[in-house]
Each structure stands twice: as C-alpha cells, then as structure tokens.
C-alpha cells in the first residue's frame, strides 16, 4: 500500500513549505494563495480542495515515516493515530516526518512546470517572458548571462541569486547545466562594504562601481529633470548612468572606456562642481572641457587596482586633444541616452563643441609593424622552438603569432576564433588555403584566409590539449590553455565540460613572454630590431600582416577586407611606397645640395 502511494504521490519542495505552514494552523486559503498557482494546481483552487490535498499530503507522509522512519517514531505516529484518529503533529515531530519521507520528495525535470517549483507571482512573471518549464529557464540564464533577471518584473539580484543556486543544485536531475558565467554580481555595483560616499567635504573618491553619491548631489531633484513619465527605474544620477552602460554588458571594452569617462565626469560634478549631474548647464560642460586639459591633481595618480583607496580617475596629468574630443563625444551620446529616456529633460552637451584636434598624417601606428627580415627571424626561430617536444608553450605562441599575423586579425579575434569555423577552401588554382570566420568589432562577422603553416601550429597546439584537430566532430577554441591556474576566477571559467578559450588580456601575456625570450635568444638584433622587438604586441602582428600584404601588391580593397576595416582610407595607410618616394626624392636633392655647397 505504501508503495502505491508513493508512486501515485510525489511532493515538491513547495508542497512541504505549505505543509509546515498548515501544521503551524495558516488558514488553507492563505497557504493556496501563498505558495500555488491555481492554473497549475487544481487542489488549489478552494480552500476545501486545499484542506484535503494537504490531510492527504499528511497521511501519505506519515505512513511513509512509519514504515521507514526510526521505530521511536513509529511508535509515537502509531499512538497519535489511535488516540486522535489521525497523526497530530507539531513543526518539530512534521519534521522528523519530511527526514524519513525523503523519498517522496520529486526530483525536478526539464519538461516540469516552474510553478511546481516556483511560487506563483515568481512563476507567473517568468512565463510571462515565455519560460513555462524549468528547461526554459536554464536556457533563458543561459542565453543572456547574469543580467537574465533584469528582463523579468518582480526578479531582483536577490530573488535571481537563489532561483540560480537552486538549479545548479538540481541540474544533474533536470539534466541541464546553468552556464558558469552566469554570475549573479552586477559588474557595476560593489558589494556594500566597499561603498564610499563621495561628494561631502572629505573629497574622497570612488571607481562608479564602488560610488554613492550624497543625497545632496544624488540627482534626485535635479534641475534638468524630466517632469515626462521616465522610461527607466532611476531614482538618481548614479542609477541613471548605470542604466545606460548596462546596455554595453556585451561589449566589455566598450564598457571600460565609456564607464571611465562617465565616472570622471560624475565624480568632477559632486566634488569639484559642487552640482548633481542632472543639474549641470552649458556652462559647467564647458568647464569640465578645460579641467579635461589639466585634471586637478587630487584625480591624478599612478594606476592601481579599483578597489584600491589609490585609485584615481586619471593615470596622467594631461589628456591628449584626442582623448579629451574622445571625452566630450562619449558623454553627449551618454546625455542624448538619458533624455531620450526621459530622464533628463535636455542635453547641454549639444551646445559644447568638441575640442580641437590636429588631422594626423597616419591614424594607425603601423611603425609598430615588424620589418620583413625580423618578422621572418621570429618566425624561423619560433618554428625551430616549437619542434620540440616539452616545448609546449613555444607551440601555443607558435599559433597565436602565425593567427595574427599571417590573417590579420585582432587580439579579440584570435581569443574568439573556434575550429567549427575554419574549413579547407578549394581555391581554383591549386592554392593550398584555409578560411576562418570570426565575428570582428561591431559585431561583423567576416572569413579570412588562414596559412596552412597556421594550420599545422594550431594542428600541433591541439595534439597537446590531446584533441584531435582532424576528428570529423571537431569543436571549440583554436587556443585553449593547458593549464588552468587555481584562481577562483580561472577554476570558475574553466571548470566545465566544455574546453575555454584563452581571455583576450591573457594573449599579451603570452605575446610579453615570446618577447622577452626573442629578445635573450635572437643574435645579431641592431639598435632599431631591438628597439622594434621591445615595443612588439598582438596588435603589431596585425600591422605586420597589412604592411606585408601592401608590401606584395595584394589589391588594397583584398587588405581591407582581411583587416575588417570600415573604409578603405583606413587600409590605405599600409601602403608605404608613395611615402617612401617622397622621401627618397627629397633626400636626393638634400645631398646634391650639400655637395653644390662643398664644390663652391
């Protein structure tokens, strides 16, 4: 009989919250409405029906707990049914009950409904973004991150936080797995022990993630606020911005610059100004233009980490014309934002014209390009190291160098770059090449040609990772590390099934470290080698590529399409010759003239 029951009967983890709560004398009515969801739970529908799943809930517990439970137990049910015609318990005997009815407890499923799991106004929200069942909600976390709660009413990083925990601690019986990097913590929101109040007398000052502005200066009453119904939930200035750079979540270098700048300028409006920023006028943009050229030196220091107390906004006295330009079009985008939310009721940046640049000559610094005979030096001696059986990390360089310089992508790119994306391509003249697709700035995606001494690097980088880089299934980064230091944060990213890619950050390490070895090993390296070695990083393979390419006469509009630049101007820098004309005429006549002079 007990075995019938329990297959007939199982119980979720809500139905033994309502439990306790019925065993604690709650009326029925308040319990149905508290924990269910009458379009999914039928017994909920009547105080009546409630009353009876729960006594039936009650009874199937118990007799589950005579049977398997201690025979002290036993014994004390036994005798409360005989005296009261049912078992009476309190909250502590009902939970002597749940720990030896463990087994009618339901263990969650993919295909369930989240209002079997989920409180009603918890589950009503969700499936009101389409999530109807706990698999839907593991691939909603997952398709947008840490911010997956910020689209759903009513699901706060608190309530988030738990929902997350909790399928992480099913997901082996949902059979579904919440992505490691779907972190709870807002990357612009500290915890609140590291909170510091800025703009009071003190002048401290705070990175915006660490920041709280005074409620003096907080925006709540600024005067440039708009009277209009607002489109976003911020009560204050500081929130405000935060809402704006949320929307470049995505884009994490993006969100660095803009958040640096956005910050520079709160922090001089509370501190410096005196005013909220949605109080500020022409005028006071006009004045944090000037400060841009010479920043007060409390906001001047050398750079450290930003939960340090020696962080400070500027790392250098002085912005160059371009940065402060730079600046000033950041924040009047920032400001247009915020009115077209109707948050603030107009943008005094529209005034303020930008501050004036000098045209450059070349926009690229493509004298970091390395010459024709050292990038042929380096490649010859990092060949040779990479043959080399425990020379494993020559063989991750190896590929990365050969990525970069030989395809022309971007640091980015090359982190991004997976092996479902590079195929053989059948060139009509016998060519032996390969095209890898990757998704460049802006979110272009674009396919490059890749060498097929690329391919046998990244070939032998594999064979390390002991994946086959031949198997018909192939998949996942071009470059992985092959060891994973024992951080929390790198355990985090790395300790799932799937292979990670190498961060963006962590390609100028290895760069760094193939420059220090090239610049002890490499013999006969002149003034100007060494000083192009010293000065050498991802981005200069990339230069490499487009100076060789122009170099070759491989067609400028072939060049700009590898390189994933907007115009052809931009590509057109690569190509030196006429530069190197002009300089090679006027330096005849410099030395015709001085031997005229000499003659005379």
């Known amino acids: 009989m007990t075995e019938k029951l329990h297959l007939q009967r199982q119980f979720s983890s809500k139905d033994f919250a309502a439990l306790r709560a ?6 029925p009515a308040t319990i149905a409405r508290t924990y269910y969801d009458s379009d999914e739970d039928p017994h909920a529908a009547t105080p009546g029906a409630m009353e009876r799943y729960l006594r039936d809930m009650l009874a199937t517990l118990v007799d589950l707990a005579i049977e398997h439970g201690s025979p002290v137990l036993a014994d004390h049910l036994k005798a409360s049914i005989k005296k009261h015609g049912s078992a009476r318990l309190t909250a502590g005997s009902l ?22 799991w ?13 999530v109807a069942t706990l698999g839907d909600l593991v691939a909603y976390c997952n398709a947008r991150g840490g911010s997956w709660w910020r689209s759903v009413p009513r699901i706060g990083p608190g309530r988030a936080r738990l929902i997350v925990a909790w399928l992480r601690r099913h997901e082996r019986a949902i059979g579904l797995r919440v992505e490691p990097d779907v972190e709870l913590a807002d990357p612009l929101v500290a915890p609140d022990a590291e909170i510091i109040a800025v703009g009071g007398e003190a002048g401290l000052l705070a990175p915006l993630e660490r920041m709280a502005v005074r409620e003096a200066l907080d925006g709540s009453r600024g005067l440039n606020r708009c009277p209009a119904f607002p489109y976003i939930h911020a009560h204050n200035d500081l929130a405000a911005i935060r809402a704006y750079l949320h929307l470049y979540r995505d884009q994490p270098k993006t969100l660095r610059v803009y958040t640096k700048e956005l910050e520079r300028f709160l922090l001089w409006s509370v501190t410096i100004r005196g005013k909220a920023l949605s109080s500020l006028l022409v005028d006071d943009c006009e004045a944090f233009k000037d400060f841009l050229k010479l920043p007060s030196p409390a906001f001047v220091g050398p750079r450290a980490p930003r939960a ?41 940046w529209k005034m303020v014209k930008d501050p004036v640049t000098i045209e450059r000559e070349a926009k690229l610094k493509v004298e970091r390009a390395l010459p024709e005979q050292l990038w042929s030096d380096i490649r010859r001696h990092v060949r040779s190291q990479s043959a080399a059986a425990e020379n494993q990390r020559w063989r991750i360089v190896h590929a990365l160098m050969l990525l970069l310089g030989d395809s022309g992508l971007r640091r980015e790119e090359a982190a991004g770059a997976r092996r479902e994306t590079l195929r053989p391509y059948p060139a009509d003249d016998g060519t ?15 396919t490059v040609p890749v060498s097929t001494e690329t391919v046998e690097a990244i070939r032998a980088h594999w064979l390390d990772r002991g994946e086959d880089f031949d198997a018909v299934a192939a998949a996942g980064p071009l470059l992985s590390p092959l060891v994973i230091p024992k951080t929390r944060a790198a355990q985090a990213k790395h300790g799932s099934a799937e292979r990670q890619p190498y961060r963006a950050d962590t390609l100028n390490e290895l760069v760094d470290w193939l420059r220090s070895r090239l610049l002890a090993e490499l013999d006969g390296l002149t003034p100007a080698t060494h000083a192009c070695l010293e000065r050498m990083s991802p981005h200069a393979f990339r230069h ?11 067609p400028l509009d072939v060049v700009q399409k590898v390189l994933g630049h907007q115009s052809v101007q931009t590509t057109s820098i690569y190509v030196q010759a006429e530069k190197q004309r002009m300089m090679r005429e006027v330096g005849q006549m ?6 005229n002079e000499r003659e005379a």
């Open 22 to 27: 019925f065993v604690q004398r709650l009326p």
């Open 95 to 116: 939970k002597m009950v749940e720990e030896a009815a463990r087994l009618a407890v339901a263990t969650p499923a993919a295909a369930h409904g989240i209002g079997m």
């Open 118 to 130: 989920f409180r009603p106004m918890v589950a009503r929200y969700l499936k009101g973004r389409g």
């Open 308 to 348: 340090s107390r020696r962080w400070r906004p500027f790392a250098s006295d002085s912005l160059s014309p371009e940065s402060q330009a730079y600046a000033v079009r950041v924040l009047r985008a920032a400001f247009t934002w915020l009115v077209d939310a109707r948050y603030l009721a107009g943008n005094p």
């Open 432 to 446: 032996d090449v390969w095209a890898l697709t990757v998704i460049g700035k802006r979110s272009r995606e674009r």
């Open 544 to 554: 490499t590529f487009g100076t060789q390419a122009a170099a070759n006469d491989v």
């Open 590 to 595: 410099f030395g015709k003239r001085s031997t």
